[in-house]
């Protein structure tokens, strides 16, 4: 009867060891992300793990185990308070004390500053893309400079890219080069 009394308590004190209420910091995650992976560490075999995920977000695999993967692409951006939690359920039915993660959805809005429309031949203008540190691209586009005499005529796409709290926002603007008026000589008559 002892060694089975002992049993029982060791398996509740594992149980409550991996336990805590919830998180000082938020887990952030992209906006518009549909792999996030939440885990906890395993408590070996005969434990069930019983996760919830607040809505928007939808699990997506691994249901009943100690790793999830969850799809926050349809989540607005915000805190969702207490957005993942898990608990554990040994064989004997005992239950953990939950553990809660807040979910951050990051989303940063890049912008770009209007230009032009350009003339053929005009000069090299410089991109002002907002927040600072992101990269330009497009037809036209030499460093962080938007030039007509590279891009040629026509109506060009530039992209501005950048990478925070290890995501990636992008946005676009449209510019336009068109050519030059040509007249023909003057003419007397």
Same mark, same amino acid.
């Given at each position: 009867?002892?060694?089975?009394? %002992?049993?029982? !308590?060791?398996?509740? %004190?594992?149980?409550?060891?991996?336990?805590?209420?919830? +998180?000082?910091?938020?887990? @952030?995650?992209?906006?518009?992300?549909? #792999?996030?992976?939440?885990?906890?560490?395993? &408590?070996?075999?005969?434990?069930?793990? =019983?996760? +919830?995920? /607040?809505?928007?977000?939808?699990?997506?695999?691994?249901?009943? @185990? =100690? @790793?999830?993967?969850?799809?926050?692409?349809?989540?607005?951006? #915000? &805190?969702?308070?207490?957005?993942?939690?898990?608990?554990?359920?040994?064989?004997?039915?005992?239950?953990?004390?939950?553990?809660? /993660? =807040?979910? &951050?959805?990051?989303?940063?809005?890049?912008?770009? @500053?209007?230009? #032009?429309?350009?003339?053929?031949?005009?000069?090299?203008?410089? %991109?002002?893309?907002?927040?600072?540190?992101?990269?330009?691209? #497009?037809?036209?586009?030499?460093? =962080?400079?938007?030039?007509?005499?590279?891009?040629?005529?026509? !109506?060009?796409?530039? +992209?501005?890219?950048? +990478?925070?709290?290890?995501?990636?926002?992008?946005?676009?603007?449209?510019?336009?080069? !068109?050519?030059?008026?040509?007249?023909?000589?003057?003419?007397?008559?």
């Amino acid at each position: 009867m002892k060694r089975l009394l %002992l049993t029982l !308590t060791i398996s509740i %004190l594992s149980l409550v060891g991996y336990s805590q209420t919830s +998180t000082v910091n938020p887990d @952030t995650v992209c906006y518009q992300t549909s #792999g996030s992976i939440y885990t906890v560490p395993s &408590l070996g075999a005969g434990y069930t793990y =019983n996760w +919830t995920v /607040l809505s928007p977000g939808v699990i997506t695999s691994g249901v009943g @185990t =100690n @790793t999830i993967g969850v799809n926050w692409s349809s989540a607005a951006p #915000g &805190l969702i308070p207490n957005g993942v939690t898990v608990y554990a359920v040994n064989a004997a039915g005992c239950q953990s004390l939950p553990i809660t /993660l =807040n979910v &951050l959805i990051y989303q940063v809005l890049p912008t770009i @500053t209007p230009i #032009g429309p350009f003339c053929a031949g005009a000069s090299c203008v410089t %991109l002002v893309g907002s927040p600072s540190g992101g990269t330009f691209t #497009g037809t036209g586009v030499v460093g =962080n400079q938007f030039c007509p005499t590279t891009s040629g005529i026509g !109506t060009f796409t530039l +992209t501005y890219t950048v +990478t925070s709290g290890g995501c990636t926002f992008t946005t676009t603007t449209s510019v336009s080069v !068109t050519s030059n008026p040509v007249l023909s000589p003057i003419q007397h008559n």
